[in-house]
């Protein structure tokens, strides 16, 4: 089984300021690693594909990179609809998540 | 537009049994891999289990391994997830997801909720 560490676990930023989210995979992964955004009540959504590939309709304020074991999440600017928890997950085998981290307005 | 709606879940006593269905529509479903995930009130995602396009490779996650069987049917357009001998910690929203053409988990259904309790 492949472990996915997410740090840190909650992440306080200013509304406007960059957001820098970090996964880990406990063996190499190549470039198989997906971020999910899930907001209260709802489902996730799928926000980078490959490392580094936005999904449909995603803003380029969210970007992805990383391969191997280490990844990271970058939003730039956040906006109030950002505030949410993310999630890492490797699909080089069948999934895994990581923990998620919370990012919470400071 | 894709469409995946779960159910099936409920109130149920551990060591029962319970089957979820997920109904998929707006895609062509025979075409791709489905998985369920799972999330305990207030936790992560969990990972539980995932289905080829033909069934032909079937994964579970060790915590429902040999409990848990997936199974899909291609004419109906569902998947379906039998659970037996379930425990407390099973309790979670379980959702039905299609996989991206990259590999991901491109969507989401809102999830059907499963409480098993003594």
């Known amino acids: 089984e492949i472990v996915m560490t997410q740090s840190p676990a909650t992440l306080s930023v200013s509304p406007g300021e960059r957001a820098t989210l970090s996964c880990r995979a406990s063996?190499?992964?190549?470039?198989?690693l997906a971020w999910y955004q899930q907001k209260p009540g709802q489902a996730p959504r799928l926000l980078i594909y490959?490392?580094?590939t936005r999904a449909t309709d995603i803003p380029a304020t969210f970007s992805g990179s990383g391969s191997g074991t280490e990844f990271t999440l970058t939003i730039s600017s956040l906006q109030s609809e950002d505030f949410a928890v993310y999630y890492c997950?490797?699909?080089?085998?069948?999934?895994?998540f990581g923990q998620g981290t919370k990012l919470e307005i400071k | 537009e894709v469409q995946l709606v779960e159910s099936g879940g409920g109130l149920v006593q551990p060591g029962r049994s319970l089957r979820l269905s997920c109904a998929a529509s707006?895609?062509?479903?025979?075409?791709?891999?489905m998985h369920w995930v799972r999330q305990a009130p207030g936790k992560g995602l969990e990972w539980v289990s995932g289905?080829?396009?033909?069934?032909?490779?079937?994964g579970y996650a060790d915590s429902v391994k040999g409990r848990f069987t997936i199974s899909r049917d291609n004419a109906k357009n569902s998947l379906y997830l039998q659970m037996s001998s379930l425990r407390v910690e099973d309790t979670a929203l379980y959702y039905c997801?299609?996989?991206?053409?990259?590999?991901?988990?491109?969507?989401w259904g809102q999830g059907t909720l499963v409480t098993v309790f003594s």
């Open positions: 997801a299609k996989d991206h053409p990259s590999g991901a988990l491109g969507n």
């Open positions: 707006g895609f062509t479903f025979d075409d791709y891999a």
């Open positions: 289905i080829t396009w033909n069934s032909g490779s079937i």
């Open positions: 063996q190499s992964v190549s470039n198989n």
């Open positions: 490959g490392a580094s």
């Open positions: 997950q490797q699909y080089i085998k069948w999934p895994s």
